[in-house]
């Protein structure tokens, strides 16, 4: 079986140890190899919890031109939160956040009335000269 055989050679004996110099040359060509080319990282945490989806409507893209953006966020999120969340995201200075809660509609369906999940939105205002570029993956 080659897998108890294989530190052995074809004659069965011992095969000589690799010497230091080519392990060392090995690993650091893994290690070049490994790095990403020109990524910036930055340290977001939670903040994908917290900002569910930008909303892109048609009034909020023209609220953009003046610096606001509109996101969904989670039920239990303030506005403490949504502010260092949009900072760690999208790397801009929040000035003013306002949380809203919007009520489900009531909706008909074959069984009766019923109601669709309420939900929270944030709007943030960023400093001047801050914009978010929401289609810069699309």
Do not use: C, H
């Not at 790095?35 to 900002?51: C, D, H, N």
């Not at 930008?54 to 966020?73: C, D, M, N, R, W």
């Not at 306002?98 to 960023?126: D, Y």
Request: charged letters at 30%; aromatic letters at 6%; proline letters at 4%.
């Amino acid at each position: 079986m080659g897998f108890f055989n294989r530190k052995k050679n074809d004659e069965g004996q011992k095969a000589p140890a690799k010497s230091t110099a080519a392990k060392a040359k090995a690993e650091e060509t893994k290690e070049e190899a490994a790095k990403p080319a020109t990524y910036v990282t930055r340290e977001t945490g939670s903040a994908y919890r917290i900002l569910v989806r930008p909303l892109v409507t048609e009034k909020t893209t023209a609220l953009s031109k003046l610096g606001q953006y509109a996101f969904e966020i989670t039920k239990g999120a303030n506005k403490m939160e949504v502010r260092k969340a949009v900072k760690s995201v999208y790397g801009v200075t929040p000035t003013s956040v306002r949380v809203i809660t919007v009520l489900g509609k009531p909706v008909r369906s074959r069984s009766g009335m019923s109601r669709r999940s309420s939900w929270r939105k944030a709007m943030v205002t960023l400093k001047k000269g801050d914009r978010i570029d929401l289609f810069a993956n699309a």
